[in-house]
């Protein structure tokens, strides 16, 4: 009996020793790289790349570190390398080995994707391709200036108050107008639309720029800081003709381009501090034509600036207009 249980004890013992070895012949690894190979069958979680060894060698990369024996390699018992990552963007890995450039996606999601995988992979021509590309589309991204159109008050004061930035508004709405308008007026209102455009290209990324055309105002430049109006000019007003009212628009370039200039006090919310302050103070006393509101000594008040307010003319030839006073 006990030579029997010796013989059934040395049966099991090969049985599990072949199990082992099967079980080994389906994953190993290989410390000793792929030197000895000259084709590559690499299965990339899942996604099955064919290529010779010499492509993966070009450049001193994870890659080639597999091929040389630097990094230890996991084969399958069919012969396929396994590499334990998303095998989406491979593809575009090892054709950018093969050929030194490649079409990158447009995609700033997918951008970034490849530029993990190029990572991982430590193939730096690669990193460095997709670095000069997503720079490439922050640039155009900078480069364009949108202008947001206000459509309610409610949307108005939540964009104002809920903004960093400086805030410059437009309210452009000519067919607000009961009366006719003078020979000049209409050049004006495209006058003040196109240093609208222009201011807005300028100070791109620094003041916001927004528009309103459902307002009671014509045309009226409103200036923010830190949630609140701080200037607002006004180039509209009535002409007392001696036949009828017409509606005259001024064009105040330089008055419009000082404003915009002292509501960059409030960028990066440097209207807070005293220098701030002093600033809006002395500007304050630079406006000639200001009419102040506000009974409030706490609180900084509103510089309105009407063009010409008081005295007002026709834009006819002379000896046919009569100027009043309002």
Not at 66 to 72: I, K, Q, R, V, Y
Not at 103 to 111: A, G, K, M, Q, Y
Not at 118 to 146: D, F, I, P, T
Request: hydrophobic share 30%.
């Amino acid at each position: 009996m006990s030579a029997e249980a010796s013989a059934g004890s040395v049966a099991d013992a090969s049985v599990l020793a072949t199990q082992s070895s099967g079980q080994g012949s389906e994953e190993k690894g290989v410390g000793g790289g792929l030197a000895g190979s000259k084709y590559v069958k690499l299965n990339v979680g899942g996604s099955l790349h064919y290529t010779t060894v010499q492509t993966l060698s070009k450049e001193d990369s994870l890659l080639r570190s597999m091929c040389n024996g630097g990094a230890e390699v996991t084969i399958d018992s069919e012969g396929w390398v396994v590499l334990d990552r998303c095998g989406r963007h491979f593809g575009l890995v090892l054709n950018f080995m093969r050929d030194g450039s490649v079409p990158l996606p447009e995609s700033h999601r997918e951008l970034e994707e490849v530029l993990k995988e190029a990572q991982y992979y430590r193939v730096q021509g690669l990193v460095q391709h997709c670095m000069c590309a997503m720079q490439k589309q922050r640039n155009v991204y900078e480069g364009v200036c949108r202008i947001p159109m206000i459509t309610s008050t409610k949307e108005e004061q939540r964009m104002i108050t809920t903004c960093r930035k400086p805030v410059v508004k437009l309210q452009n709405n000519r067919g607000n107008n009961k009366y006719s308008y003078t020979s000049n007026s209409d050049d004006n209102l495209l006058k003040n639309i196109e240093l609208f455009d222009k201011l807005g290209l300028r100070f791109n990324g620094r003041v916001l720029f927004v528009k309103e055309v459902l307002g009671d105002e014509i045309c009226c430049w409103s200036f923010y800081g830190e949630g609140r109006k701080i200037a607002e000019v006004c180039c509209t007003s009535i002409v007392y003709a001696t036949e009828k009212k017409q509606t005259k628009v001024e064009f105040p370039e330089a008055r419009i381009f000082e404003e915009t200039l002292n509501i960059l006090i409030y960028e990066n919310g440097r209207g807070s501090g005293p220098g701030g302050v002093a600033l809006l103070e002395s500007s304050s006393l630079m406006a000639s034509q200001s009419e102040e509101e506000g009974a409030s000594a706490g609180d900084r008040r509103v510089r309105r600036i009407h063009v010409r307010r008081h005295i007002m003319h026709d834009e006819r030839g002379h000896g046919q207009q009569t100027v009043y006073k309002d």
